[in-house]
């Protein structure tokens, strides 16, 4: 393809304040038709023949993949007619995020530092975002996904919403700064990212095969130095970053024309009422039962935006779901089944409307569901209101674990007490669990040989465990297992389900696992033709499980696939 005029101008400008594109050239990273990693010194990613500068000649790249691994990239000098650069001489994974960064050196009284990233895969929400509000109204949490080294960084999505360029400094959300975007041999866009550092664009519109997507951000920072010697007055600091962009099945329509219903491609069961997410869901006597959940865009919060329906769907033939009472849309809630009946525990509302800013407040409501009378009763609320928990019976008493207390205006305060109830009784009360405490959040827990399992989920400080925590109740014994399979985004909005007796455990990577009979370790057992995760897995039909609903790498669900376990 041709470089694009305005792209080239519009970087001109952002770096130099002149349209004297000839200037505007950087460092970047991707790689060729054989996966090979590519770097080079360009004014775009398609002119790949300029000089190499004598800093990127010694510039290291890195490749990172499955979420925490780091490797250097061996690349030898290359000069051809098309390319003058830096190739590796084997291919790099697909998947990988290649990055690199390189001190250019003192121009005209500026230090330049540029930083250069492929995106071998791209997400659907910026970095450590579902649909799971953060500790604060209106702000994201952000980590750090691609580099070992400190800097500027761009991490990209695509979601219905939109393509996100999410921009990080040192780590932390840059606001203000300038990202422009060019699809292809579209037309540059630019966009100003927020206070979160995401700066927003349509969604791409490529049509069919691979299209290339670049974009540079720069960064000015008002700070005095010397390098090699030579005095600056300022740094600025630029950012590019390219990855490949498909539609599905060559579709040219933007992307919220494409995800107006999920399709039941998985099974014969009819979806939900519509896609949804961090609902509620539960069997009991056949029946299953989905409780509410999110159905707007990534990142968007309202009143418009929680279920309406509480819905049930018999697994024994049921073609059609029936509609139940639903006296609170809410999503982040948990749900769990014991003696017939359906209990509702905690979860978050929106009390804005579409288009204001979020205001977001967790409840502490308990409810119980009569199948037989088709009515709800409210039962002692939670000594504080809580969402993104989960909740398991065991043996008559419920344990609600995990989970945080948003309140509007105020940071989120972290539910650290383990709470148990017990349903046998009339009459209850919630009671903490002395032994345990764990401040965690979008876990999820189960029952293994009356043991409570608990799995995964983000800390307080932000990070994602993939550690498995078991309380014994029979002894009061506490103990560590091994860590649920996977890394990176795989131990965050699990989902886990006791069916016949044993445990079985799902996240994004979409492989099912199931606890061994001793207890010991984790057996893959089959994969979910579509990942997803903020999803449940519940009991299905003889030994089946049932994955409903949910959010993929691309989009809302609301089907419900089967799996039939492997013995």
């Not at 959040?441 to 400080?461: F, P, Q, T, Y």
């Not at 370790?521 to 949910?550: M, T």
């Amino acid at each position: 393809m041709k470089p694009n005029f305005l792209f080239k101008s519009l970087i001109a400008l952002l770096l130099f304040g002149t349209s004297q594109s000839c200037l505007a050239h950087f460092a970047w990273v991707t790689t060729d038709s054989e996966n090979r990693a590519l770097l080079f010194f360009g004014e775009s990613p398609d002119e790949r023949a300029y000089k190499l500068p004598e800093s990127l000649l010694k510039a290291k790249v890195n490749a990172l993949t499955e979420g925490k691994k780091h490797a250097d990239v061996k690349l030898v000098e290359v000069d051809e007619e098309d390319f003058i650069g830096r190739r590796s001489a084997e291919p790099v994974n697909p998947r990988a995020t290649l990055a690199t960064s390189l001190t250019y050196g003192n121009y005209h009284g500026t230090l330049l530092k540029y930083y250069a990233y492929h995106a071998g895969q791209v997400a659907t929400d910026p970095p450590r975002l579902t649909q799971e509000p953060s500790e604060q109204k209106g702000s994201k949490q952000k980590v750090s996904a691609a580099k070992p080294q400190a800097g500027l960084e761009v991490i990209p999505s695509v979601s219905q919403r939109g393509l996100c360029l999410t921009v990080l400094w040192q780590g932390k959300p840059l606001e203000g700064v300038e990202a422009t975007l060019m699809v292809g041999d579209g037309e540059s866009e630019k966009s100003k990212s927020d206070r979160d550092g995401e700066a927003w664009f349509p969604p791409p519109v490529t049509g069919g095969g691979e299209t290339q997507i670049a974009a540079i951000v720069g960064h000015e920072v008002d700070k005095e130095g010397t390098v090699d010697g030579e005095p600056y007055n300022n740094e600025s600091h630029y950012a590019t970053i390219t990855f490949m962009h498909t539609n599905k099945e060559g579709n040219t329509e933007p992307r919220e024309a494409a995800t107006s219903a999920a399709a039941n491609t998985h099974s014969a069961y009819p979806p939900v009422a519509e896609p949804v997410t961090s609902f509620g869901a539960a069997v009991s006597d056949g029946w299953l039962y989905v409780y509410s959940g999110h159905t707007g865009a990534a990142h968007s919060y309202s009143r418009e935006e929680l279920s309406t329906h509480f819905q049930r769907l018999n697994l024994s033939g049921g073609s059609a779901w029936e509609d139940l009472p639903c006296p609170r849309p809410l999503q982040g809630l948990a749900a769990a089944t014991y003696d017939g009946k359906i209990y509702r525990v905690g979860g978050l509302e929106a009390r804005n409307a579409d288009g204001d800013e979020a205001d977001l407040h967790s409840v502490a409501d308990f409810a119980v569901y009569d199948p037989k009378t088709k009515t709800w009763t409210d039962l002692p609320a939670l000594p504080a209101a809580r969402s993104s928990h989960d909740v398991v019976v065991i043996d008559g008493t419920m344990y609600v674990v995990g989970g945080w207390n948003l309140t509007g205006e105020t940071p989120g305060e972290w539910q650290g007490e383990i709470l148990t109830y017990d349903l046998s009784q009339e009459s209850g009360s919630w009671r903490p669990l002395e032994v345990l405490k764990l401040k965690r959040r979008a876990l999820s827990v189960g029952e293994h040989e009356g043991k409570l399992v608990i799995i995964g989920g983000m800390n307080e400080d932000n990070d994602i465990t993939q550690k498995v925590t078991i309380y014994d109740p029979a002894t009061g014994q506490v103990s560590d297992f091994a860590e649920f399979p996977g890394s990176g985004m795989d131990g965050f909005g699990t989902t886990a389900i006791n069916q016949g007796g044993q445990l079985y455990a799902n996240g994004l990577e979409g492989v099912v696992y199931r606890l061994d009979a001793a207890g010991q370790a984790w057996q893959p057992v089959g994969e979910l033709q579509q990942p997803r995760f903020f999803h449940q897995l519940v009991p299905g039909p003889g030994k089946a499980l049932l994955a409903v609903a949910g959010t993929s790498d691309v989009e809302h669900l609301g089907d419900i696939e089967v799996l039939e376990v492997a013995k």
